[in-house]
Each structure stands twice: as structure tokens, then as C-alpha cells.
């Protein structure tokens, strides 16, 4: 019988149910783009929970050269998945996908591209909306098989 050794292996079953049913959801209206960030965030968390989350963005900001919209994007549908699973698991969020850490991060990205710093946090507020729809759309209790 199989014993679940840390609290962390818990959260794996949903990610299971969630990758074994991507899919599910119907693409028509989906952005194919934004589905590959959120696969990539569902494959980094089935392997290593959130730590594994943190530590992919951490290895994508720093060996992103200029283009680090990915990594944002990336960071934007794992601070979803780290904010559903907090609250359906009452557990304590991370620190690393908070909206200001997020933020700061991409600011980095913007600034190099000289976009107006004005604009960025109603940018990103717009980014995390589509995002959240990407990530969302695997995450729904008809896809898990509630």
C-alpha cells in the first residue's frame, strides 16, 4: 500500500489529473502559445511541486539572454497554479509568484525593450488575465474528473 511520505506528494494528484486530461479542453479559442507555457508549468510542477516551479523561472531568467517574456508568461501561469492550489489545499502561498515579485522580475524584460513603465503594471495585469483563462481552462473540476 502506498503511504504518502510528505505533505507535497499530495498536491501531485491534481497535477496528475490535470495532465492526463490536457486534452480535454476544447481549442478552437484556445491561444496554442499560451497553452505551451502551461504545459511546461504543469510538467515542472507534476515533477517537483512548487519548489520545481520556482526553480524552472529561476533558471529561465537567468539564461534568458533578451527574451524574457517567456519566462514572465511562465511565471504568470505558475503564480495560477500556486493560487488555486493554495486555496483549495489552504496552504501558504510562495513568495516567488507574488504579483510585486512577478513584477519586478519583468520589469528587467521590459526595460530592455523600452516599454513605458507607465503601462507596465496594467500590462501585466492584462497578461496575467490571459494567463490565468490559459491555466484555468485545465484546472476546472470537469477536466479533473470531479
Not at 31 to 47: P, T
Amino acid at each position: 500500500m502506498f503511504t504518502w511520505k510528505k505533505p507535497q506528494q499530495l498536491l501531485l494528484v491534481p497535477a496528475m489529473l490535470i495532465l492526463g486530461t490536457l486534452s480535454l479542453p476544447a481549442h478552437s479559442a484556445v491561444n496554442y502559445e499560451l497553452d505551451a507555457y502551461v504545459f511546461q508549468m504543469l510538467r515542472s510542477y507534476n515533477e517537483a511541486g512548487m519548489p520545481g516551479l520556482v526553480k524552472e523561472s529561476t533558471k529561465c531568467h537567468k539564461q534568458a539572454a533578451t527574451e524574457r517574456l517567456d519566462c514572465v508568461r511562465f511565471d504568470m501561469a505558475a503564480r495560477h497554479m500556486e493560487t488555486v492550489m493554495a486555496k483549495r489545499y489552504n496552504l501558504r502561498k510562495e513568495p516567488y509568484f507574488t504579483v510585486e515579485a512577478i513584477e519586478k522580475r519583468a520589469k528587467v524584460h521590459f526595460d530592455s525593450v523600452k516599454f513605458d513603465a507607465e503601462k507596465l503594471p496594467e500590462h501585466l495585469k492584462e497578461m496575467q488575465l490571459e494567463m490565468d483563462k490559459a491555466v484555468g481552462q485545465y484546472m476546472r473540476p470537469s477536466n479533473m474528473g470531479r
